[in-house]
């Protein structure tokens, strides 16, 4: 838990409490636990570095904290992130000096990773705004898969990160998607799974008895004859998880080649339509809505974005589809 937290261009400040799940826990632990964000190693200097106090002294990190102890870092800033900036073009709907809020494209990768050491989100960041070179991750704070459009909040200084991480771990983030799938649902409901890799692919994840626990809700917008148009909401934001949730479910998104086993279009459907299906080359899927209290004022705050126009020709055709019907 965190409280007074004051940060500076040069120096990051926090003051956290222990919980009582961490009693008796040794302190380069505890901090691992409630800065996830931050790595065991870049804790352990800050502790060795002096920059950590418990009740006025400075402690080991093999110290043994106590439940509500207060735990006070007033650490200088670091390079966090040491990816290239580059030069590319950003949708961003707001921003202030504690956060940004954009409206991700297709095709777009979140973060350098194999295959993509380049030509990231980080790396745009990074060049519109050099100071999230001090910021875990650039400030990005939860991802969207590559071909997923649609609106990411991005955090711009140490203490925002920090508490917007916190508040995605405790659900206060309101996360919606609208996404299209094969097959005519009857009603809305929530999936609720434990998800985690897939046995047979790495890269994917799939529904595991010993996975980590995912929570989807929906609700539907429209019915077509062979497809469903639906408002999804994450409680829980794993890797995947809406594309897995719906495919283990039996509505595979639309256009999602990992999940989906929709391998031929059926003849009911009309040329158009069937044309717009085979030509739509990702899963139709896209993040619309974001709500939370703002990590700095507390008050509550949304971002709502349109889908892209593949998006909306996608729909059109449906509804076109399902009127000559």
């Not at 771990?169 to 005519?184: D, M, N, P, T």
């Not at 010993?210 to 890797?239: P, Q």
């Amino acid at each position: 838990m965190a409280a007074n937290c004051l940060e500076k261009s040069s120096v990051f400040s926090i003051c956290l409490t222990v919980p009582r799940t961490l009693h008796h826990q040794r302190l380069d632990r505890v901090l691992s636990n409630l800065l996830p964000e931050y790595s065991r190693a870049h804790i352990q200097r800050w502790i060795k570095g002096g920059y950590v106090k418990i009740e006025k002294l400075t402690p080991s990190q093999n110290h043994r904290v106590a439940a509500e102890q207060i735990i006070e870092i007033h650490a200088p800033t670091e390079n966090q992130t040491t990816a290239t900036a580059q030069a590319m073009d950003l949708d961003i709907i707001y921003e202030d000096r504690d956060i940004i809020i954009l409206n991700k494209p297709m095709g777009l990768v979140t973060h350098p990773g194999a295959g993509n050491p380049n030509g990231t989100l980080l790396n745009a960041l990074l060049y519109h705004y050099p100071e999230l070179s001090l910021v875990p991750r650039a400030g990005i704070v939860h991802r969207l898969d590559k071909n997923t459009t649609g609106i990411m909040i991005v955090s711009r200084n140490l203490t925002s990160h920090y508490k917007l991480t916190s508040m995605l771990q405790e659900r206060k983030i309101k996360r919606e998607y609208l996404a299209i799938v094969h097959g005519k649902m009857i009603a809305g409901g929530t999936i609720n799974t434990n998800l985690g890799r897939s046995g047979q692919r790495r890269t994917l994840m799939a529904v595991r008895e010993h996975g980590k626990v995912a929570i989807t809700h929906y609700r539907i917008i429209d019915r077509f004859a062979l497809h469903t148009y639906l408002r999804v909401s994450l409680e829980t934001g794993r890797t995947h998880q809406i594309r897995v949730h719906l495919a283990h479910l039996g509505f595979p998104i639309v256009g999602d080649r990992d999940y989906s086993n929709i391998s031929k279009i059926s003849y009911r459907v009309s040329t158009t339509l069937r044309q717009a299906l085979e030509n739509f080359n990702r899963q139709a899927l896209h993040a619309t809505k974001l709500e939370l209290s703002h990590p700095t004022t507390g008050v509550l705050s949304s971002w709502e974005v349109d889908p892209p126009e593949d998006f909306r020709q996608l729909l059109l055709c449906l509804n076109e589809d399902a009127t000559s019907s």
